[in-house]
């Protein structure tokens, strides 16, 4: 059983343009979460989703974050006109229970 | 009232040695207590969980202490060993809600 993929790994983006991150749960998990993680820092929640739904948005910023977690295909984080605030790493995390989270690999956002 | 905090921020130990990681939290309705291992670049893992029906969960050589009334919890790791070295994370969540609420972090290094 494959682990959680997250793709990119790396993704460099200049000042306002926008960044796509995509995650794929591990097989026969339902519900996705992602967290944000800035250096240094712990990991903080932005979104909980399960097949075509958004459960928990209440850790994710207002304005240009979005999520969705279609029926077919992975999850999609899309942050629109990034700022170097958004630079951090984000991690997906899947589980089959809404107990266990499982995370993936994270995808490292550099705005330049 | 949905912190969890988390001490020390860093701990060095010699091999062989039980470093200690301590978390508390403020929120009753959490429910759910698990911590993960993190190594540089690499996203979160998951050791080891408790819930506050029991005292202490030993997997390995990993051991949750839970004090229900003092409301804290605390990571033990017996003979620990220079690849444990890595940062530690606490976490809670409510499971109807199963967000996880995470601990700053514990820098742990094993010395050889």
């Known amino acids: 059983n494959a682990g959680v993929m997250q793709n990119p790994r790396h993704l460099v983006r200049r000042r306002g343009q926008e960044a796509r991150l995509r995650c794929s749960p591990m097989k026969g998990h339902s519900h996705v979460y992602w967290y944000r993680q800035l250096p240094e820092e712990g990991l903080k929640f932005m979104v909980y989703l399960q097949k075509e739904n958004i459960i928990d948005e209440s850790g994710m910023p207002k304005e240009r974050f979005s999520a969705e977690f279609p029926k077919e295909g992975p999850s999609i984080l899309r942050i629109q006109q990034v700022v170097r605030g958004d630079s951090a790493a984000y991690f997906c995390?899947?589980?089959?229970?809404?107990?266990?989270?499982?995370f993936g690999p994270g995808t490292r956002l550099t705005v330049t | 009232q949905q912190q969890v905090k988390q001490s020390p921020q860093s701990l060095i130990v010699q091999k062989g040695g039980i470093p200690i990681i301590n978390c508390a939290y403020e929120?009753?309705?959490?429910?759910?207590f698990p911590w993960y291992q993190q190594f540089p670049g690499k996203g979160p893992a998951l050791l080891i969980a408790?819930?506050?029906?029991?005292s202490e969960k030993k997997e390995g050589r990993f051991t949750i202490s839970f004090n229900k009334s003092a409301k804290q919890f605390s990571l033990h790791i017996m003979d620990s060993q220079p690849g444990d070295s890595a940062t530690y994370f606490c976490a809670a969540s409510i499971t109807s809600g199963s967000r996880l609420t995470f601990g700053e972090g514990t820098q742990l290094t094993v010395n050889p």
């Open positions: 995390a899947s589980s089959p229970d809404r107990l266990e989270q499982y």
């Open positions: 408790i819930r506050p029906d029991v």
């Open positions: 929120n009753t309705a959490f429910d759910y």
